[in-house]
């Protein structure tokens, strides 16, 4: 693997390698089998456009363990901020580094990084897709429904970068994919796309009930998105019913899975007292972006 831009790069046996890896490295890691010799001496580099807690953390605790180092650039802090090109911040920082995950808004300034540096570049989050999280959003369900083939998953709410990231994901490793939101807030007519060269086991609607029937595992997220803030009001007013609550979760089989990439606003998007039912789940979902992402930085960096 050169770069993780987006998930429709990988086929789903790419996907299913990825998160082998993962489990074996988490394996490792709760075994105290040390693996700090895959990534020895490696620096990445890891620019930051937007907000994080779990990708910063995350990506550097990941780094660590694996033997190399990370460094947090915030684009407050470099001359990215002040007007550099990507091309430019592209070509200086692939003297300096082995790898770059970059957090930004524009999915085109990921693809351009990749394009004009010469190292592996991964995508930490732009406003089209979340390729990381949703890598360990599979892992999740893999480990505890055993399989992803078959399974159905279901998003509520914004068709924002989660969204489009999940339905291609899902979709590529085999799983049924039905996604609700209401009129206007459609995922990304990209992704929409791909999910249409899967026939029947897509399917896009406004009825979230119906979306969220006999569901193994549903996911929702925020109503607004990092650099949407000034539509906070409207989309509250737009999302108004759309809580993932107890109704909508007993539409779903009786052992559905609940997900969320968090930060969640409680008591919107979700319902706190679903959360706090599925609070293991959801926190092993968090725990899993840091072996799912290892195992991206091995795929990408070992060996390079
Ligand atoms: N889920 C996620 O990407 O979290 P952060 O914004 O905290 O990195
Ligand atoms: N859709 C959210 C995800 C945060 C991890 C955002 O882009 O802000």
């Not at 949407?228 to 107890?246: H, L, S």
Request: glycine share 8%.
């Amino acid at each position: 693997m050169n770069h993780l831009l987006k998930l429709s790069d990988l086929t789903g046996p790419q996907i299913i390698q990825i998160l082998d890896l993962a489990d074996q490295l988490k394996y490792e890691k709760k075994h105290g089998i040390a693996h700090d010799h895959r990534l020895k001496g490696k620096t990445l580099g890891m620019i930051f456009e937007k907000s994080s807690t779990r990708t910063r953390v995350s990506f550097e605790a990941g780094m660590f363990q694996l033997g190399g180092h990370a460094l947090s650039l915030s684009s407050r802090d470099i001359q990215l901020g002040r007007g550099e090109s990507i091309k430019a911040t592209a070509r200086v920082l692939s003297r300096y580094v082995d790898g770059i995950m970059i957090r930004t808004f524009a999915q085109s300034d990921v693809e351009q990084l990749a394009r004009f540096g010469s190292v592996p570049v991964i995508n930490g989050l732009t406003d089209y897709c979340h390729p990381c999280q949703v890598l360990a959003d599979l892992m999740t369900i893999r480990e505890r429904k055993g399989k992803l083939e078959g399974l159905k998953m279901c998003y509520i709410g914004d068709g924002n970068n989660m969204a489009n990231s999940l339905l291609v994901g899902g979709l590529r490793v085999g799983m049924t994919v039905a996604v609700a939101t209401p009129d206007g807030y459609q995922p990304d007519p990209q992704a929409l796309a791909e999910a249409a060269a899967y026939g029947e086991k897509f399917t896009l609607t406004n009825d979230r009930f119906a979306a969220a029937k006999d569901a193994d595992v549903i996911f929702t997220d925020v109503w607004t998105s990092m650099r949407q803030e000034a539509e906070t009001a409207q989309r509250a007013k737009a999302f108004a019913g759309w809580q993932v609550n107890r109704e909508l979760m007993s539409c779903a089989k009786p052992d559905v899975m609940l997900q969320h990439c968090l930060p969640a606003h409680m008591d919107e998007e979700i319902a706190e007292d679903v959360f706090e039912e599925h609070v293991d789940e959801i926190y092993d979902e968090a725990e899993n972006r840091l072996h799912a992402q290892k195992a991206v930085l091995v795929l990408c960096m070992e060996g390079k």
